[in-house]
T-cell receptor
Framework: EAQVTQNPRYLITVTGKKLTVTCSQNMNHEYMSWYRQDPGLGLRQIYYSMNVEVTDKGDVPEGYKVSRKEKRNFPLILESPSPNQTSLYFC????????????????FGSGTQLSVL | QKEVEQDPGPLSVPEGAIVSLNCTYSNSAFQYFMWYRQYSRKGPELLMYTYSSGNKEDGRFTAQVDKSSKYISLFIRDSQPSDSATYLCAMTPHGGFKTIFGAGTRLFVKA
């Protein structure tokens, strides 16, 4: 089954304790992206990756890191989490993303609810 | 001002009603317009996709884009309780590398 898998689904942590949220897709997609979803603000892009070893900042990258060493994986790293990073996080992938509307359907994971105390 | 504005609702309608969901936007570079549906505790899934201005119909769903007014709509005919979800509009500029999402409208369809 084609899917984007995120882990964990729920995570409670404390301020300053490094954490990683994993994301994996099995569709051989070039493009992957991380979003956070907050009430009233919708989905905001954190980082995206056009392909392996190519990453770039989205709209809200502060406090986050990413890496794309393999095509299928795109982990999100919070080096020193803070309470304002409490949010619902989504990983998404697309076959490609060049702003030409070809195969740019985004497939989303089921989300990771993060609480930073 | 946000690039994409969407009324968060909630919108509550009886089963069988016609539902109209809307978004406005400010960036005239947007060329590709999408509607995603998000059920509770799930990730969004693409529902409708439209390029530039015009209408697109898929079963009970119709998407409309009016670029002159910077206004997009999603109509749901004969709404069902299973349509209860949050609907997010989204748009991408031609040649752009990211999609901008609206805040989402929560829809409740009562049986």
């Amino acid at each position: 089954e084609a899917q984007v898998t995120q882990n964990p689904r729920y995570l409670i942590t404390v301020t300053g304790k490094k954490l990683t949220v994993t994301c994996s897709q099995n569709m051989n997609h070039e493009y992957m992206s991380w979003y956070r979803q907050d009430p009233g603000l919708g989905l905001r892009q954190i980082y995206y990756s056009m392909n392996v070893e190519v990453t770039d900042k989205g709209d809200v990258p502060e406090g986050y890191k990413v890496s794309r060493k393999e095509k299928r994986n795109f982990p999100l790293i919070l080096e020193s989490p803070s309470p304002n990073q409490t949010s619902l996080y989504f990983c998404a992938s697309a076959e490609q993303f060049r702003g030409t509307a070809t195969n740019e359907k985004l497939f989303f994971g089921s989300g990771t609810q993060l609480s930073v105390l | 001002q946000k690039e994409v504005e969407q009324d968060p609702g909630p919108l509550s309608v009886p089963e069988g009603a016609i539902v109209s969901l809307n978004c406005t936007y400010s960036n005239s570079a947007f060329q590709y317009f999408m509607w995603y549906r998000q059920y509770s505790r799930k990730g969004p899934e693409l529902l409708m996709y439209t390029y530039s201005s015009g209408n697109k119909e898929d079963g009970r769903f119709t998407a409309q884009v009016d670029k002159s007014s910077k206004y997009i709509s999603l109509f749901i005919r004969d709404s069902q309780p299973s349509d209860s979800a949050t609907y997010l509009c989204a748009m991408t500029p031609h040649g752009g590398f990211k999609t901008i999402f609206g805040a989402g409208t929560r829809l409740f369809v009562k049986a």
